[in-house]
């Protein structure tokens, strides 16, 4: 008795270090991803007027939804990378600590690289804090134009697109359609003027004129109905279309078939330039928002593809270069042989001048996509994907 | 007296000949192509190139396969979620496979008993008893998005590309087990074996190349790149095969270029490019190798290739966005 009692001791020992061995063989590899609990783009508007009545979770829009599918899609990738996918998230309670805890976080957890949705500022501070570690960090979130053209740092990398690639596929296809005439309606946000002014310059690139800039603001007051009224604010012009840049989107909505005269609407209503939009039918993509809706009940959202397409980048990182000497994200990122499917068509990969992920813009009304920038019209010495966006020789980023 | 007799027999006999030669032609000799956006399946007289019938299918078809033995053709219906089984002679629907969710592109054990099928949305393969209809087993894991699915020459394995995954992941579809993993080129579409099931090529559509497997070392021995004067490389993304029969040649649909590329299979070199159409996708050649077609998702047409002269010698319009086409001799 005692024998066999000792025998099914030394088995189960001898099946349990097997276990343990098969449980060791992967190492955990965490990925970071960090945003704040009060974030003015997940507030109140943004999606529709109606959501504020509705029961959605506000919370529940952000883009960690994305992260998670592609948490879920880069598993299959663990068999070839040797390593387990662990996603660890923090949201930041305390704006002005944020950079240290995410700091103490990366620390704590053995992080080795991160995702950030932040706004443009409180992105900035993280990455100089963290810029000692050398962890590479992916913007998914903030399209600002100046982290991409002057204030860069050699450890930050987008996959969300900048407000210059999205403007640029605006005017691409204005310029396509010969609509060269546009009004411009821009909102009283300091993001509102900084898209507006991305416009302006993307205007001058492709040749479009810009009859008018006007300001518009949000009320029925009839003193200033210059600037709430519609037949006012796109009267007493000639245009082929009107731009309006409104980030909170309650003003303009109401734009299209609105206008003084009959005009296209583009811009934050109407036709509007996107990285990622659900009815997007080609290339994959139904695949991907089809596994994304039956994870999260809802849509999938520019922010939610570009948090998705970072996970789907670290993992083609690590299965094609871990093997190689010196491996480190921010080289195999910007190299030759980096090559990363988005299920948008081409490939996509890093500019390495800036570290903003090379894309198609999917220009869409609310429910389907018309057309995709670049538009084939505009070709590029080497790549047609750099037709749009701050291109090597106006970024000071490499310099 | 005799010979008045003899006469118009011997005419009659000549003539009801060469109606049979020719219906037996008509009815032998005919190009499937399903249109995935329309619903249908085109039929077309090989020898003709007249569109013989437009039949119904189940929603999307895509991926087709004939069983000679039982007259059949096999068409995956990806939206309703089955294969139908298309009755060649009185061209109906006389039964449908069970599938799992969203079929796409599916093959048939070499002994004709069983089909396996890849489920796109459910990162699944389905295995098929293709006599009842039924599922025999699902293996799960098989990568993100697994589309190209093909047997062994030997009827032992399943190899099915993985376009999210990048790899190919080689199944034992009797055991239900994942065998090996090997890592491919960006987004693999279709794969196909060379003649003595040596090599098994690999269609990589977003990094532009063709990988070559050794299938007994499961290792890549040869990445086939694609360069034509006039053609970006982005725009060279290479989906279907159609591998001739005398072993000696590929032809690679290479999809937004609008060409096939002609490559050696013994060299891996790539000889010639030939022009079809917009997004050229499926491929199909004839038992002698004179003839080979493909279909354009793009521009709704078939391009018939004359593979001597190695350039398109007709353009048929079929239904919307033709997905594949399958010849039957």
């Not at chain 1, 704006?95 to 932040?118: G, Q, R």
């Not at chain 2, 796109?120 to 894991?141: F, L």
């Not at chain 2, 989906?239 to 050696?264: E, P, Q, W």
């Not at chain 2, 003839?291 to 078939?302: H, P, Y």
């Amino acid at each position: 008795m005692r024998i066999i009692l000792l025998k099914l001791v030394i088995i189960v020992l001898f099946l349990s270090s097997i276990n343990s061995l098969y449980a060791d063989e992967k190492e955990s590899f965490n990925i970071g991803y960090y945003d704040l609990e009060k974030d003015i783009r997940y507030d109140e508007w943004g999606v529709h007027p109606v959501d504020i009545r509705s029961n959605t979770n506000q919370l529940y829009k952000r883009p960690i939804a994305g992260a998670r599918l592609g948490l879920k899609d880069i598993k299959p990738f663990q068999r070839m990378a040797k390593v387990k996918f662990k996603l660890m998230s923090l949201r930041i309670k305390n704006i002005d600590t944020a950079a240290n805890d995410i700091l103490n976080h990366i620390n704590s957890n053995n992080i080795k690289i991160i995702l950030l949705d932040l706004p443009v500022t409180k992105l900035l501070n993280v990455v100089n804090k963290i810029s000692n570690l050398n962890i590479a960090v992916i913007n998914i979130s903030s399209k600002n134009n100046e982290l991409r053209s002057s204030n860069c740092n050699q450890n930050l990398f987008h996959t969300i697109p900048s407000e210059r690639m999205l403007s640029d596929s605006l005017a691409q296809y204005l310029s396509d359609k010969k609509w060269r005439k546009v009004l411009m309606l821009t909102g009283p946000l300091e993001i509102d003027k900084a898209k507006s002014e991305s416009f302006i310059e993307s205007a001058k690139q492709f040749g479009l004129k810009i009859i008018d800039n006007r300001n518009f603001l949000l009320g029925n007051d009839p003193r200033a109905r210059d600037q709430n009224d519609l037949d006012f604010l796109t009267g007493s012009a000639k245009y082929d279309a009107v731009y309006v840049s409104d980030t909170h989107k309650e003003f303009s909505y109401r734009v299209p078939f609105a206008t003084h005269i009959p005009s296209a609407v583009i811009g934050s209503s109407g036709l509007t330039p996107r990285a990622w939009h659900w009815s997007y039918l080609r290339h994959g993509a139904p695949q991907v928002h089809g596994r994304f809706e039956r994870m999260n009940q809802r849509r999938m959202t520019e922010e939610d593809w570009a948090a998705w397409i970072a996970m789907r980048a670290i993992a083609e990182a690590l299965v094609r270069f871990k093997d190689n000497e010196n491996f480190s994200f921010h080289d195999s990122f910007v190299s030759e042989n980096f090559k990363l499917d988005g299920s948008k068509g081409p490939v996509l990969s890093f500019r390495k001048w800036n570290r903003q992920l090379r894309q198609p813009i999917m220009l869409s009304t609310d429910n389907w996509v018309t057309s995709i920038a670049p538009l084939e019209s505009f070709v590029h010495r080497e790549n047609n994907l750099d037709t749009i966006g701050i291109d090597s020789k106006t970024s000071k980023c490499s310099k | 007296m005799t010979l008045k007799i003899i006469k118009p027999n011997f005419i009659i006999i000549f003539i009801s000949a060469l109606v049979l030669l020719i219906s037996s032609n008509v009815k032998a000799d005919r190009v499937v192509i399903s249109n995935e956006g329309s619903d249908d399946i085109t039929i077309i007289d090989l020898n003709t190139y007249e569109i013989l019938n437009t039949i119904e299918s189940g929603n999307r078809p895509r991926d087709m396969h004939y069983i000679p033995g039982t007259n059949s053709l096999l068409v995956a219906a990806s939206e309703d979620d089955t294969i139908n089984v298309i009755d060649m002679k009185t061209l109906k629907i006389i039964g449908n496979l069970e599938t799992g969710d969203d079929p796409e592109i599916f093959d048939i054990s070499p002994d004709g008993k069983v089909a396996v099928v890849s489920n796109e949305d459910d990162n699944e393969a389905t295995v098929i008893d293709i006599k009842t209809g039924k599922i025999i087993r699902v293996i799960e894991d098989v990568g993100i998005e697994p589309e190209g699915v093909n047997f062994t020459p030997d009827g032992k394995y399943v190899f099915i590309t993985s376009e999210g995954t990048n790899t190919i992941i080689i199944i034992d579809p009797w055991k239900g087990e994942i065998v090996e993993e090997v890592l491919v080129g960006n987004r693999p579409r279709r794969g196909a074996f060379n003649k003595n099931g040596e090599e098994y090529w690999v269609t990589n559509e977003l990094g532009g190349t063709v990988s070559v497997i050794d299938t007994n070392t499961f290792l890549i021995k040869h990445t086939i790149n694609f360069e034509k004067k006039g053609i970006r490389s982005s725009e060279i993304t290479p989906v279907d095969f159609a591998m001739s029969n005398n072993g000696n040649l590929a032809y690679i649909t290479l999809g937004r270029s609008k060409h096939v590329a002609v490559v050696n299979t013994n060299n891996y070199e790539v000889i010639d490019y030939i022009l079809a159409g917009s997004r050229v996708w499926g491929a199909a050649i004839t038992a002698d190798d004179k003839t080979l077609i493909v279909t354009n998702g793009q521009s709704d047409d078939i391009s018939i290739i004359d593979t001597d002269k190695r350039a398109s010698i007709k353009s048929i319009a079929v239904g919307r966005t033709p997905h594949t086409v399958r010849i039957i001799e």
